[in-house]
């Protein structure tokens, strides 16, 4: 028997409802106007129908482009010094624009991996191997407990981020002027803070490379407006990236550089990989790159390399013989630097200085080494990720920056250098740690569980 509703239990339902949007709203003013507190924005679009109008910020023509937003507390830290302090305007102004006022080949240098990056890649790049072999190959599962943990000075202490749900906003973000009445909207309306709070507090918005860019565009095209506030300028605010785009792009890079085409033979094209796959194989298109089914797919084909690497520099023809070459920790140790030294981290044309590598130009294994290279990267930024180690992040960034250019992505490329100047240089140093931190939040509290701000 179907329950007796009673007639006016939806308008209950919509007050209810209603009533809970105003309450997280309050809660989110009063955290937003906290002064003890640093403040961040993320936002970005979302197309709830599958077509979506284009619309102008100049009418009140309905759009289905609607905006969603966070709030989010970036911590501090007890002993540092207070969030007031932190995000001071002056301390900006003293510091901004300081990539410009060093020497240019330095400026270039500070923001491209060193020696020392080099080096401690090359040592997680050897832990990342361990722990493929040990979870993939069932003889080397008993070294799983020796593997030596990942290190980061940076490394956030887990505890749940303070983040708070704005209501959405019917609004186009995808012009300069539209972002513009986002940040106006959101700053000025929803969260109710005063105007004259922008005078001596700086706040960070967190975005995609578009709303970036449109955030800094609007920065310049509002900085000769006659207002005497900062928030009219739009000066007291500054944009960080967000990092699940940084992923999903240098994803889509990969796969451009090396999908292949079904007429040309190559074993590890991502086009031949992918087809030889069981199931699933409709998830993973170059039209449309799905962010969790590429991570999974390009996670596989980095195992598989691995496992190929291990029986080519031992000589075998299958997995089931290594158990009988390598029967101590030593030895299995041995290997994954091996794997790392001889093929990871050296180049085709080092390999064939070397002699590994007899056929000249471009080879089914030269392929394999630099696709292993870059799909290496990216499992060390998900797992830096995972477990909040900034540092790791940001030497990632570091040598994704002349991957993308080399991949011809140049808007992420451009996007790196911004972002490693800003953290580098032209921040004050208290805030641009707190800032790049901001970059990661943990909705649980619990270790391992840090998830880009943006996803």
């Known amino acids: 028997m179907q329950p007796s509703w009673p007639h006016n239990i939806l308008p209950f339902q919509a007050r209810a409802i209603a009533a809970l949007s105003k309450s997280a709203t309050l809660l989110a003013q009063r955290a937003a106007n906290d002064p003890s507190k640093i403040k961040m924005l993320p936002y970005d679009n979302f197309n709830w129908v599958a077509r979506a109008w284009e619309s102008t910020a100049l009418h009140g023509t309905v759009t289905h482009d609607k905006v969603s937003a966070l709030l989010v507390i970036l911590p501090t830290l007890p002993e540092g010094p207070t969030a007031a ?17 060093i020497d240019p080949s330095k400026s270039l240098l500070d923001i491209l991996p060193d020696a020392a990056d080099h080096q401690v890649f090359c040592g997680n790049a050897i832990l990342h191997i361990m722990n493929i072999l040990a979870a993939d190959v069932q003889s080397f599962g008993q070294y799983t407990s020796r593997i030596p943990s990942f290190d980061d000075p940076t490394a956030i202490p887990p505890r749940k981020t303070e ?14 002027r539209g972002n513009m009445v986002v940040l106006e909207h959101y ?16 706040f960070t918005v967190l975005g995609d ?64 990989l992918r087809d030889t796959l069981p199931n699933r194989q409709a998830e993973i298109d170059m039209k449309k790159v799905d962010y969790y089914a590429w ?19 031992l000589g075998l023809q299958s997995p089931d013989e290594l158990s009988k070459k ?12 091996q794997i790392v030294d001889e093929f990871l981290l050296l180049a085709p044309t080092g390999l064939e200085a070397l002699g590994k590598k007899t056929l000249k ?62 953290v580098i240089h032209d921040w004050p140093k208290d805030y641009a ?9 943990n909705p649980t509290g619990k270790p391992g569980s840090c998830k880009p701000t943006d996803i």
């Open 326 to 337: 390598i029967q101590s920790f030593t030895s299995f140790q041995k290997l994954a630097t």
């Open 187 to 202: 700053f000025g309306k929803v969260l109710n803070i005063p105007k004259e709070t922008f005078e001596h507090t700086m």
């Open 295 to 313: 991570l999974q797919f390009l996670d596989v084909i980095l195992r598989s390399l691995a496992i190929k690497a291990a029986l080519t520099v």
């Open 433 to 441: 740690q707190i800032a790049f931190n901001g970059m990661l939040v």
């Open 163 to 176: 983040e708070y749900y704005l209501p959405t906003f019917d609004q186009e973000q995808g012009s300069t």
């Open 361 to 422: 130009g471009n080879t089914v294994c030269g392929h394999a080494i630099v696709l292993m290279l870059h799909l290496t990267t990216l499992r060390e930024m998900q797992h830096a990720i995972k477990h909040g180690h900034p540092k790791r992040i940001q030497r990632i960034i570091k040598f994704w920056l002349p991957m993308f250019y080399a991949a011809s992505s140049y808007n992420y490329a451009n996007e790196c250098m911004e972002l490693l100047h800003n």
């Open 85 to 101: 302090e932190i995000t001071d305007t002056r301390n900006f102004t003293a510091t901004e624009g300081r990539r410009h006022e």
């Open 209 to 272: 490379r578009l709303t970036t860019v449109r955030d800094r565009a609007a920065q310049d095209q509002r900085a000769i407006d006659r207002s005497a506030y900062r928030f009219d300028h739009l000066s007291s605010f500054s944009m960080v990236s967000g990092l699940m785009h940084f992923v999903l792009n240098f994803m889509e890079a990969i796969g451009k550089n090396a999908w292949g085409s079904s007429s040309a033979s190559d074993d590890v094209s991502l086009l031949t």
